[in-house]
């Protein structure tokens, strides 16, 4: 399992020289929200296709 300093190596690795702050501060962002994901369904915190369309029909 990779750290999360492995992590971001790999990530500003395969970014292009000029990147801004912006850039990299937003993929850093996106990878930690696909791994808190990723946790939540290990852990079965996740709702089913239809269960999320039935909580949107019903959202005000």
């Given at each position: 399992?990779?750290?999360?300093?492995?992590a971001a190596r790999q990530i500003i690795e395969r970014l292009p020289e000029q990147v801004s702050w912006d850039e990299l501060m937003?993929?850093?962002?996106?990878k930690r929200k696909i791994e808190e994901g990723l946790q939540a369904a290990r852990?079965?915190?996740v709702v089913s296709h239809e269960e999320a369309?039935?909580?949107l029909r019903r959202a005000p």
């Open positions: 399992m990779a750290t999360v300093k492995d937003y993929e850093l962002y996106v852990e079965g915190r369309k039935r909580r």
